[in-house]
């Protein structure tokens, strides 16, 4: 049974507008969220991340927003710009074992057009 | 900083053929991770490694085999290739269980 799962494998939007991703998670351990981001023939990188303590994180034009009670998250870019097509994976892990040790959801590829 | 290489970049085996996927990092973590990247779907963890001389299976670890004998060095053995172990390889490391991961450019391997 998949643990974490973002449903949308495709979202497209205009550049200047908001992307909105989503991510539900199953396991009721998971207490650290984060997202990466994937270009082509590269591995992901960090984007940026959320505890468990918290329902929001901010980091310039990205935001995470955390529902513990429905077990979802999301990132939300704005403005969205070109650059910013890749394909983001949330990821989760529980924290008392090891963050290191990752769940990943399939991605989703956003494309952002000019 | 060099962050995580990989080597090789690509690499085709026949089945039954093995080999060692290497990665090294340079930033003194303690954590390192091997995933696999299957098309259309996420990343799966393989092996982890929590330090030199600790390792422990992640979700998909059978046909590959890791040991950690430095903190640099991480490499990925595959023992005996099938077609079901063609997929991106991916190398990840981090300082501490907290910190977030720092991957690889992966490495690409078909098994025909």
């Known amino acids: 049974d998949q643990q974490v799962k973002q449903n949308s494998p495709s979202l497209s939007v205009q550049e200047g507008r908001i992307s909105i991703l989503n991510c539900d998670y199953t396991?009721?351990?998971?207490?650290?969220f984060l997202w990466y981001k994937k270009y082509p023939a590269e591995g992901p990188t960090f984007l940026i991340s959320i505890s468990s303590i918290k329902d929001k994180n901010e980091d310039g034009r990205f935001t995470v927003f955390l529902n513990k009670s429905a077990k979802h998250l999301s990132l939300h870019i704005v403005p969205s710009q070109p650059g910013d097509s890749a394909v983001y994976f949330c990821a989760a892990s529980a924290y008392m074992t090891n963050a290191g040790k990752s769940t990943f959801g399939d991605g989703t590829t956003l494309t952002v057009k000019p | 900083n060099a962050g995580v290489t990989q080597t090789p970049k690509f690499q085709v085996l026949k089945t039954g053929q093995s080999m060692t996927l290497q990665c090294a990092q340079d930033?003194?973590?303690?954590?390192m991770s091997w995933y696999r990247q299957d098309p259309g779907m996420g990343l799966r963890l393989i092996h982890y490694s929590v330090g030199a001389g600790i390792t422990d299976q992640g979700e998909v670890p059978n046909g590959y085999n890791v040991s950690r004998s430095t903190t640099e060095d991480f490499p990925l053995r595959l023992l005996s290739a099938a077609p079901s172990q063609t997929s991106v390889y991916f190398c990840?490391?981090?300082?501490?269980?907290?910190?977030?991961?720092?991957f690889g450019p992966g490495t690409r391997l078909t098994v025909l």
């Open positions: 990840a490391s981090s300082y501490s269980r907290s910190d977030t991961q720092y």
């Open positions: 930033m003194n973590h303690e954590y």
């Open positions: 396991n009721s351990m998971f207490d650290y």
